[in-house]
Nanobody, 118 residues
């Protein structure tokens, strides 16, 4: 059974940066596309970014293009989300998951809270 463990969230001021990490324990993820999603209070969970299993292809929501960068290190079984120029609208709980066609494949983990103050 896969357990997704996200970390790296926190409280930052607008314009700041954070780097999120995701480790799927119990599963080697090198053959899976991986994605990040987020859920703000009172809103549905939404797609943020995804990366192919090889790392050759990346996909982003329009709202984060040019500010967020998704990456992966298959040797470390870890996916990352570098978030720059964070804005208050980025405040949410961030989740990672394996993806197929940009849709989640596994059960969700606990996520990591990102709070951006203005």
């Amino acid at each position: 059974q896969v357990q997704l463990v996200e970390s790296g969230g926190g409280l930052v001021q607008a314009g700041g940066s954070l780097r999120l990490s995701c480790v799927p324990s119990g599963r080697t993820f090198s053959s899976y596309g991986m994605g990040w999603f987020r859920q703000a209070p009172g809103k549905e969970r939404e797609f943020v970014a995804a990366i192919s299993w090889s790392g050759d292809n990346t996909y982003y929501a329009d709202s984060v293009k040019g500010r967020f960068t998704i990456s992966r290190d298959n040797a470390k079984n870890t996916a990352y989300l570098q978030m720059n120029n964070l804005q208050p609208d980025d405040t949410a709980v961030y989740y990672c998951n394996a993806v197929r066609d940009l849709r989640p494949r596994w059960d969700w983990g606990q996520g990591t809270q990102v709070t951006v103050s203005s």
